[in-house]
């Protein structure tokens, strides 16, 4: 089992902090619990049910998960925070599944389980530096769970891949970050039926993943169909924030240049974000301002613009509608876009770097003071 020091007490104290998230629940409405849930999500699968959950269960569970697999960008550690503490304002648990043997079976770090699970610990840290509330985070190593519970895990896995095709397992590939028609191994094969198990092997009652996920957490609910249970895991995707690069659908750790990535200097910041594409007057796939709308802010709840008299003055956005009308009508310009941006995301980074120095001194002060007890 991966070290897991820093994430351990966190992850038992958080179980234990779950159980007083209900009483904070009390300070908000039902509906103010269900906007705040729905503004994470790009598509809810189904509303209604949603709502019904949060009426009929305290504290329900929400599950992410990720492979660790190399860099961090900053969708992965800031919008990810940002997501997680709107759940737990919600009232909700969330359990994190670190899948560290789906990473081995997707060929992450070369199959290397040991840098994988490096790899892993290390994206714990940015979240808490990055301010996420581990009150109501529990962190789950799935090579850990399955083999403590591999009675419950292997016949659920088993039983969903006999109640499916391979052509609609392989469907479900591009979660993996693989085409459909691509040549896969029989490992890689094996993963859908394995990441439709986790919901519920973790007991989910919402999955919170991005919409690249969507195909297997839909498996999630037709499996619920073939064995007639009625209540199927709500399904809470986020949206995908995109490339740099004119028609960049997504972030890509292959192509540095896409997006902003966490342990990024302010050089890098500036030279990714000038040569960003960003039309004028077009808000549609514009990446630089899905960026505004979805880091900045959540972060700062404002837009400031620096800019001379002459071209309008300083101004300060507190809304993105307000942000978007200016934008669109020509008044904010992709100049002043991209110098405000980079500002406020060098700001951000800076702040973590500084959490995150802070939160590795402790652990090598408590390390320090372990071993001089043991002495």
């Not at 070369?110 to 699970?117: F, H, N, Y």
Request: charged content about 25%.
């Amino acid at each position: 089992a991966p070290d897991a020091s820093p994430a351990a007490s966190s992850s038992s104290a958080a179980a234990a902090g779950a159980e007083d998230l209900a009483g904070g629940v009390a300070s908000l409405s039902l509906d103010e619990r269900f906007d705040l849930l729905m503004s994470i999500g790009e598509e809810c699968i189904q509303p209604d049910e949603l709502k019904r959950l949060l009426q009929n269960k305290p504290v329900p569970i929400c599950y992410d998960g990720f492979e660790p697999s190399g860099r961090m960008h900053i969708a992965q550690g800031v919008v990810k925070a940002i997501n997680v503490n709107k759940m737990i304002r919600a009232g909700c648990k969330v359990k994190i599944w670190i899948a560290d043997w789906f990473a081995q079976l997707n060929n992450k770090m070369g199959g290397d389980l040991k840098k994988i699970q490096t790899v892993g610990r290390y994206m714990i840290e940015i979240w808490k530096a990055a301010g996420m509330n581990l009150d109501g985070v529990e962190f789950l190593w799935s090579s850990e769970e399955i083999n403590r519970r591999a009675n419950e895990y292997w016949p659920l896995v088993m039983d969903i891949g006999r109640k499916n095709n391979i052509k609609r397992i392989t469907r479900c590939c591009t979660i993996m970050g693989r085409s459909d028609n691509e040549e896969l191994t029989a490992a890689q094969i094996f993963y859908p039926c394995m990441q439709c198990a986790d919901i519920f092997f973790l007991k989910a009652d919402i999955c919170q993943l991005g919409m690249d996920q969507r195909k297997v957490n839909m498996l999630a609910r037709e499996y619920c169909d073939d064995i007639k249970r009625k209540n199927k895991p709500i399904i809470l995707s986020h949206h995908m924030l995109p490339g740099f690069k004119e028609g960049q659908e997504k972030m890509s750790k292959s192509d540095p240049t896409s997006a902003i990535f966490m342990e990024d200097d302010e050089a890098q910041v500036n030279l990714k974000i000038k040569q960003a594409f960003c039309p004028p007057k077009i808000v549609d796939k514009n990446p630089c301002l899905e960026y505004i709308q979805y880091i900045v802010f959540p972060w700062f709840d404002k837009f400031e613009v620096v800019r001379k008299e002459n071209n309008g003055g300083n101004k300060t956005f507190l809304t993105m509608d307000e942000l978007v009308a200016d934008y669109e009508a020509g008044d904010l310009h992709p100049a002043d876009v991209k110098p405000a941006l980079a500002k406020a995301i060098n700001e951000i980074l800076k702040m973590v770097s500084v959490n995150l120095l802070i939160i590795l001194s402790l652990h090598i002060s408590y390390f320090v003071s372990y071993l001089a007890n043991g002495i």
